[in-house]
């Protein structure tokens, strides 16, 4: 250990928070406003509006958009397993490479993956190119993620966490929402049960203008937080003693793995809300406007729960317990409502059943029952991402984090995934579902009873960083003054 801590400090130490009473100076204008968290985290924002929000959207129309599911469960199913893999390694890796280079390189994956489901609408044998485009994508997710985690974490100030979150989540989502109106736009009156050329040429062409944000992104190294502190990133530390660094954050700050349940779900339910419900039941055109009313909600959810996490008048302890209390609350509401639905439906009965449309009886409950979903998808991950960032100010220690969450998420989708590709009865995939989601939940909160503090403390964070604020600060006490 004390090899590593000597590495990283001397190599330019990853210190989240600069030692009390070192302030700097914003700069002011336009280079200012350019250059303010805010900006950053929108433009942040932006890349997975192109990219991973137009995933969504596709995804969330069931078998990507397709008639037959079965591909993109396999796709998804190749996806998820790699994304597992190379989530775990990816804070490694986007401390190497930098966050902008590592969100480039991620970002590239999803123009692909979008590719080929219009290859496979040119040509219908190209499902194995759609089930590579997935297991690539996931490598690419992974380092995509996590850069992503890492800054969005680590530029806010610690009472402004929930917010930046909120307005990431927003502007990402708001990709969904326009994906799925483009979709509805180009689909409304097609009667087939399958997006055409033109949906996926839509996707595509806004997927490529995401993968070149990144690029005008600022340094996160000349990045300066609203209260004046400095963010500093990690100066290529070597492979080595990032994989120890890895094994290091775990070890220092073990109730991480009472989270594990609630990282391993938070994907989960994606199989029964996208093609289970939405792609099973519904013709192509409900499915569309179940989409976007699904990504309408996921903003809505998001600024409720921000705000609920952020809100200054109750203390950071009661905003936790309060935040629990929300989540697993939706989490018994939507079950108990999808049940209703769920058990009078099974693949078999399905295939000689017309599917449900927007004028068809009934059509209005079933589209609320999707909405209500896409307010629970908001509030699981943003509440998942708050408890992380309120364990560390650490940029490094957040990527490590951040990666373990994206691998373990991506774990279970894969697993789900693929249960829907081997035709689980959907009975099986919709209780599962509601079991882990509790599971979750119940192992998360004594989590938070004994983590969640009323400001991060210098014993939450690396050894290293440990070192470095104490030095910086000429042995003084560090303090939080967020």
Known sequence: MTDLVDEKVDAGSDVSSSPQGEVFERPGGIKGLYSHPATQVTMLGFV??????????LNGLGAGGQVDSETSANSNAALYATFAVSAFFAGSINNVLGSRLTLLLGSTGYALYIGSYLAMNIHPNAGGFVIAAGAILGVCAGLLWTAQGSLMLSYPTENQKGRFISIFWSIFNMGGVVGAAVSLGLNFKSNANAVGNGTYI????????????????????????????????????????????LYIAIKTDPLILMLFPMFFTSNWFYTWQFNVYNGSLFDIRARSLNNLVYWMAQIIGSVLIGFLLDNKKISRRVRAFTGWAALFGMVWVVHIWAYFYQKDYTRESLTHTAKISTNTPGYAAKIWLYIFCGLLDAMWQITAYWIIGAMSNDPAKLAYFSGLYKSLQSAGAAGIWRGDAVKLPFMNIFISTWVLLVVGLVFALPMIHIRVKETTEISDELPEVKEAIKEGAHGTAYESKF
Do not use: Y
């Open 48 to 57: 997975c509006f192109m990219c991973p929000g137009l995933f969504n959207a």
């Open 202 to 245: 839509a996707f595509l062409i806004l997927t490529m203008i995401g993968v070149t944000i990144p690029m005008f992104m600022v340094d996160p190294k000349a990045m300066i937080r609203t209260d004046g502190t400095k963010v500093s990133i990690p100066r290529h530390p070597s492979w080595k003693s990032e994989i120890k660094g």
